[in-house]
């Protein structure tokens, strides 16, 4: 197992030093270069030799491809345009925000995902099957800022039951000492600001899972159909167990691999989900930070946004193909 | 980003790949035919595909204004903007420019349509040309065009849209080119794996053994045979790129001019009247909703006609 782990984490290398030459060639392909990329509308001649100068984009483009690499390798992605701070330090301190975003959107995409879709296979044809059909299908087609606009305009804006913004009111004063408000709070002994950071994290979550949840409560229907009518399920039935035991051990049990699988690809809508929906709640996550860096043409942020969710993509598929092994022993990792 | 993700029996397996003697091409598409008008999901997905066009296409005869029109402004206050059916001549109100929200809507219908025609065959036809070269001439070549595409594959598609889009610069077209760039490495793997499924079928042996060359067995044999899959994705790539169109243009990447009729960017603006007229935020949504909701159960029925087997059932 550990050979396995220790050869797809090899894997990635080659992926990595790919993107990077992707993310190399990028900018530089572009008409102007990439100093008009950075400059924008403000691009003047003189503005650009200075960019070039400063940034090193006169250099041959072998020598700038390795100082790069360099630099990456050592963890320096440069500075964000935007605050002129180093771009790691950027993302480590809106970091926790995201990740505790993601996990409350994760667990609510779970904890109704999976129930949904097998109640709808297990109703198959019935009500609660529509239901399940018809969330599983406006999940991928509402869009995830039409969805928080809705769910702030009426859990906020009209009903006033949760803050249509931000992390933490502001008349809380926590301390933060590892940046995830629940956390803190709860480590601290707090309980009111951590109350209040969950309180924060409820519609942005909601809005969040919207597309996972749909996802995952299809997947788990069409897995269940399909184990339900399967051989064994047949004998055990007969055999008469418990509807209990037929339905954990043998119905769910075999019915979770692609679902498990479906929830490790989550992980790509979970971020690009972020974006769109910490900007609506005014969140200050990475999302949010990209959102802006987009919009202010910061490409070290960018740039560096893109290497960090490629490694935290592959990583978490390394995990997902690692977990087969635990749910069905019959699965072993190559 | 949001389109489902395709069942593992289509992007594994060729669809309704030839079975039996007398299965010739024509009746396996009437086949899907048949079983697409049977499916009511697939008709509705058809009805609303179908308005939604007919809308956009009529767009100049049904509008009482030009999308860029701005009728109503002397209505506008700081304060106030007049909603539905509160100002004779504006049905759905104004918008904060003074714009007709109707005219806007059906305009907008219009300019989702070309973008996601334009980004869907922009990633089409590139995503074709290389899961093709890929799957035809294999070894090196095949290897070097998989290696990028897992690359792109794993930055997750809105995203790599959005990074095409902030380099390309704030055009209408940026948005198209990028969105469009962002789905070819999705059908370059669809397009390849489905053909490699295909080489190993008896007709493709039966034209080898005939003598035909690597090329034309490719262009008259396996492509026609390998397309099902591709206008599956093609459809539910619509639903997307309506989607992220619109996610692009809230994100600020649209260009052009405020007032421009587009769904994405009347959502975006009506974010800072959320309170005061929620309106503006709520029918540009659902016209994105509806939209991306009909191009959906077209290529889910769509699937499922063309493959049997992949349906959950």
């Known amino acids: 197992m550990l050979r396995v782990i220790g050869k797809r984490l090899l894997l990635l290398v080659p992926t990595l030093l790919g993107l990077s030459i992707l993310l190399f060639a990028w900018v530089r392909a572009l008409p102007g270069g990439p100093a008009s990329a950075l400059l924008g509308e403000r691009a003047t001649p003189e503005a650009i030799a200075q960019i070039n100068e400063a940034y090193g984009f006169d250099r041959p483009l072998i020598e700038q491809y390795f100082t790069y690499i360099g630099r990456l390798l050592t963890g320096d992605f440069g500075n964000s345009v935007q605050t002129n701070r180093p771009v790691l330090d950027e993302f480590a301190t809106r970091f926790p925000a995201t990740v505790e975003l993601a996990i409350v959107a994760l667990v609510i995409a779970i904890a109704v995902g999976i129930p949904l879709g097998y109640l709808g296979a297990k109703y198959y044809g019935k009500a609660l099957d529509h239901v399940s059909v018809v969330v599983s299908l406006l999940g991928v087609t509402i869009p995830v800022f039409f969805l928080a606009f809705i769910l702030k305009w009426i859990f906020a804006v009209q009903l006033g039951w949760f803050p249509p913004d931000g992390r933490q009111d502001v008349r809380i004063d926590a301390t933060h000492a590892t940046g995830y408000y629940v956390l803190d709070g709860l480590l601290t002994g707090e309980l009111d600001a951590a109350w209040d950071a969950i309180v924060h994290l409820v519609l942005p979550g909601l809005a969040l899972a919207s597309i996972p949840l749909a996802i995952i409560a299809r997947i788990t229907r069409a897995s269940v159909l399909q184990v339900y009518g399967a051989d064994y399920v047949r004998t055990a039935r007969a055999k008469g167990l418990l509807p209990r035991i037929i339905r954990d051990r043998y119905i769910l049990r075999n019915a979770m691999l692609p679902v498990v699988t479906t929830i490790g690809l989550q992980l790509g809508l979970l971020i690009s989900g972020a974006v769109l929906t910490e900007t609506v709640f005014n969140f200050a996550g990475i999302g949010q930070f990209l959102a802006d860096a987009v919009f202010r043409r910061d490409f070290p942020v960018l740039q560096g946004f893109i290497i960090f969710i490629a490694i935290l993509y592959s990583l978490i598929n390394l995990i997902v193909d690692v977990s087969y092994s635990l749910i069905d022993p019959r699965v072993r990792v190559q | ?313």
């Open chain 2, 1 to 313: 980003m949001t389109a489902l993700p395709p069942s593992p029996a289509t992007a594994g397996a060729a669809p309704g790949a030839p079975s039996s003697g007398a299965d010739t091409g024509t009746s396996r598409w009437r086949d899907a035919w048949r079983r697409l008008r049977r499916n009511p999901q697939g008709i509705a997905g058809a009805v609303i595909v179908g308005l939604f066009v007919l809308v956009a296409v009529l767009a100049p005869l049904l509008a009482p204004y030009a999308g860029t029109a701005l009728p109503g402004r002397a209505e506008i206050t700081p304060t106030g903007i007049p909603g539905i059916g509160e100002v004779p001549g504006f049905p759905l109100g104004l918008d904060r420019f003074g714009g007709d929200v109707l005219s806007k809507l059906i305009w907008g219908a219009q300019a989702s349509l070309i973008i996601g025609l334009v980004s869907t065959a922009f990633g089409l036809i590139g995503g074709m040309l290389l899961g093709a070269i890929a799957g035809t001439f294999r070894g090196w070549v095949d290897a070097a065009i998989m290696r990028v595409v897992d690359i792109l594959l794993s930055v997750p598609n809105l995203l790599l849209a959005v990074s095409i889009a902030a380099v390309l610069g704030q055009t209408p077209s940026a948005v198209m080119i990028a969105i469009g760039a962002s789905q070819v490495p999705i059908f370059a793997r669809l397009l390849r794996s489905t053909m490699l499924a295909q080489s190993s079928s008896d007709y493709v042996l039966a034209a080898r053994t005939l003598g035909l060359g690597k090329g034309a067995i490719t262009i008259n044999h396996v492509l026609p045979n390998s397309m099902g899959p591709v206008i599956v994705q093609g459809t539910l790539t619509l639903a997307t790129a309506v989607i992220e169109a619109a996610a692009l243009s809230f994100l600020g990447l649209g260009g052009g001019r405020p007032e421009t009729a587009e769904w994405g960017r009347m959502l975006t603006y009506a974010q800072n009247e959320l309170a005061i007229a929620p309106q503006l935020a709520f029918l540009p949504g659902i016209c994105i909703a509806i939209t991306a909701l009909g191009f959906t159960l077209l290529g889910e029925a769509l699937r499922e006609a063309l493959d049997p087997r992949s349906g959950a059932r």
